[in-house]
C-alpha cells in the first residue's frame, strides 16, 4: 500500500443542465501506483476527461458538480483541499498535457516564458535562472536550438513541436503524477511515435506516474502497464495491460478490439467484414435499470436488463462490470 | 486490365500560391501535388494515405474539379476532364461524389435529412416532391437509417448517423466513384467498423470504385485493393495491399508502418522509426523529398529525384536503394 499515489474512490460528477443532468462520471474507483502508467481508455462521452479533470479541479462549476466520492493523492483528499492548497499542487506535484496544444498554450506569450512559468510560481526562482531551466528543458524534448526558440511564439511551431513545448512545461516542476489526455490524438502517426518514446522516456528517467487518457487502444497497449476501460459514465473493466488484450472479459472490451481493422490481418488481401458493436452509446441523461451495455451486449440476458451489475473480480488483477461472470465458460463457447 | 480504366489521371500538379494578391506577386509557391499519376478501375478502391500535408486531399479534390490542377491530366471513363464543356463536365461530375471527414460541419443544420442527402437530385430536373420523398426513404434504408428520420435535422444525429447522412447523399446522383476524405477519422472505434462495413456493402451492391483518402494505415489496408503513399505532395510507393504491410518498398512507409502503435502489448516498438519533421512544402528538399529522414540515405538520394517505377509485379516504388527497386 506504501506505493500507492493517487486513489480514485466512488467518484460521480454529474452536469446540470436544462436539458436534464448528464451523468458523466458514475461512481468510478481506480489507483494508480508511484511510476505506474495506468490507461483509461473508452470512446468519446464514457467520461474518462471528466475524471481526469475532476482530479485537478478543473470541473466547470457550475454546471458541472462533484456530488460524492474522494481523490486521494498522497493520502489527502484533493477534494477537500482548499483552493489555494490545490493550485499549489498543480503543475507542481500534478502536471497535465492536453490534446490540442494550440489551445492549452498562451499564444501571446514567448514559450520560453511559458515554460519557465511553473519554475517562478511553484519553485520561486528568479526570471533568468527559470528561462535557463526553460531552455535545457525545451532541449530535453528535442526541440532544436533549443535557447534560440525561447522567444518563438506558439504559432511558429508545428503541432509535435508545440507537444514538446507543452511536456516541457509539464515536467519542470518534477510532478509525480503526469495526466496526458490524448496527447497524441491530433498528431500525425511519425510525431505520435516521437511524443510517445519521449513521454515514456521522461517518466521512466524521473520515475514520475502517468495517467494517460486516450480513446486509441493501439496507444495503451504501447504505453500501459494498467488499463481502465470506460463506458457510458463507468468502470466496465480492469487489468494488466496484457490480460486486457490476451484475455478481454467484458463483452464490451472484447467488441471494441474485434471491431478494430489491424495491420497485416487479411495477407491473401480477400475481403472480411469488421466485427461490429451494433447500436450505440446511450445517452447519460437517461435513467437505465440493469447494465448500460445491455442494449448493445450479444450476451445479454434478463438480469443484465433489470440489474446493474457491479465490478466482479474475473481473475488476479482483472475486474468487469459484467454479469457474465459466474459462467466464463459460457462465454468461451460464444466466442 | 484491358478495359480503360474509370479514372486515370497523369502528371498531375498543384501548386497553391502563398501570399500575394491582386498587385502583388506571390512570395512562393506551396507545392501541393508534385506529378501524381495513377489510375482506379471499376470497382476498386484505391487508398491514398500519408501525412498531413503530403497532398492526398489535394489529389481528392481535383479530382472532382473542386480545385483546378496546375498541370496535368484527368479522365473519367475515358473522357479527359479539361476538355468538356461546362454542361459536359457538369453531367460528368455527377458520377463522382464525395464523402466528407466531418460529420458536423458537411451537413446544412437547418435542411431537414429529406432534403440534404436528395440535393443532387436538384442539379438536374426537378423531381416531384413525392419522388424526392420516394427516392430518400431508399436512400436512408440503404445506408441504415430509418424513413421516420427524414424530417429531422443534423443535430438530431450521433456523429456516426450523420456520416450515414453523409453516403445517402453521395449516393443519391448513383455515382461510379466516391472519394471518401478520411470517412471514418472522426468517429469512435466501435462506429467506425460500421460504417467502414457500409462502405463496402455498398461498393458491391452498386459496383462503386472508391478513392479512399486515410491517414490511418489498417484503416486504408482493410478497405482499399491497392494504395498509394504520399510523401510531400509526391507518390512514393504504390503496392497492392496485400504488399503494402508484408513488403513495403519504400523506406517511408517502412517508417510509417513501424510508428503505427499496434494494439498487442507483446510487440512494443523500440525506437521511433523517423526523426523530424515533415519538411515545408513551400521548399521542399531537392532530390528524394524524404532523404532528409531517410536512414538509409546515400549521395544519390539529395541529387537527383527517383522516378516512380515498377519494382515488382504491380509494386511501384520512388526510391534509389537496390537500383531504384528500394527495400528488398
Known sequence: ?335 | MAETPLLRIAGLVKHFPLGGGLLTAPRGWVQAVNDVSFAVHRGESFGLVGESGCGKTTVGRMVLGLIPPTRGRIEFDGQAIHELSRREFGRMRRRMQIIFQDPYSSLDPRMTVERIVTEPLLAGRRPPRAERRRVAAELLDQVGLRAVDLDKYPHEFSGGQRQRIGIARALCARPQLIVADEPVSALDVSIQAQVINLLQDLQQEFGLSYIFISHDLSVVEHVCNRIAVMYLGSIVELASAADFSRCPRHPYTAALLAAMPLPDPHRRAAAPAMEGDVPSPIDPPAGCPFHPRCRLAFDRCPIEKPPLVPAADGHLVACWLNEGRGLE
Open chain 1, 1 to 335: 500500500m506504501t506505493d500507492r499515489l493517487l486513489s480514485i474512490e466512488d467518484l460521480s460528477v454529474a452536469f446540470h443542465t436544462p436539458e436534464g443532468t448528464a451523468r458523466a462520471v458514475d461512481r468510478v474507483s481506480f489507483d494508480l501506483n508511484k511510476g505506474e502508467t495506468l490507461g483509461l481508455v473508452g470512446e468519446s462521452g464514457c467520461g474518462k476527461s471528466v475524471t481526469s479533470l475532476s482530479i485537478l479541479g478543473l470541473i466547470p462549476s457550475p454546471p458541472g458538480a462533484i456530488d460524492s466520492g474522494r481523490i486521494r493523492f498522497e493520502g489527502r483528499n484533493l477534494l477537500e483541499l482548499d483552493p489555494e492548497d490545490l493550485r499549489g499542487l498543480r503543475g507542481r506535484d500534478i502536471a497535465m498535457i492536453f490534446q490540442e496544444p494550440m489551445t492549452s498554450l498562451n499564444p501571446v506569450l514567448a514559450i520560453g516564458r511559458q515554460v519557465a512559468e511553473p519554475l517562478m510560481v511553484h519553485r520561486g526562482l528568479g526570471r533568468e535562472a527559470a528561462l535557463d531551466q526553460a531552455a535545457e528543458w525545451l532541449d530535453r524534448v528535442r526541440i532544436p536550438a533549443a535557447r534560440r526558440r525561447l522567444a518563438d511564439y506558439p504559432h511558429q511551431l508545428s503541432g509535435g513541436m508545440r507537444q514538446r513545448v507543452m511536456i516541457a512545461m509539464a515536467m519542470v516542476c518534477r510532478p509525480k503524477l503526469l495526466i496526458a489526455d490524448e496527447p497524441t490524438t491530433a498528431l500525425d502517426v511519425s510525431i505520435q511515435a516521437q511524443i510517445l518514446a519521449l513521454m515514456l522516456e521522461l517518466k521512466n528517467e524521473m520515475g514520475m506516474a502517468l495517467l494517460l487518457i486516450t480513446h486509441n487502444l493501439g496507444v495503451v497497449a504501447q504505453m500501459a502497464s494498467r488499463v481502465v476501460v470506460m463506458y457510458a459514465g463507468q468502470v466496465v473493466e480492469e487489468a494488466r495491460t496484457v490480460d486486457l488484450f490476451d484475455r478481454p472479459f467484458h463483452p464490451y472490451t472484447q467488441g471494441l478490439l474485434r471491431s478494430m481493422p489491424r495491420l497485416g490481418a487479411r495477407p491473401g488481401g480477400g475481403r472480411r467484414r469488421l466485427n461490429e458493436i451494433p447500436g450505440m452509446v446511450p445517452a447519460i441523461t437517461e435513467t437505465m435499470a440493469g447494465c448500460r451495455f445491455a442494449p448493445r451486449c450479444l450476451h445479454a440476458f434478463d438480469r443484465c436488463r433489470a440489474d446493474a451489475p457491479e465490478l466482479f473480480a474475473v481473475r488476479d488483477g482483472q475486474r468487469a462490470r459484467c454479469w457474465l461472470q459466474p459462467y466464463p465458460q459460457r462465454r468461451r463457447s460464444d466466442g
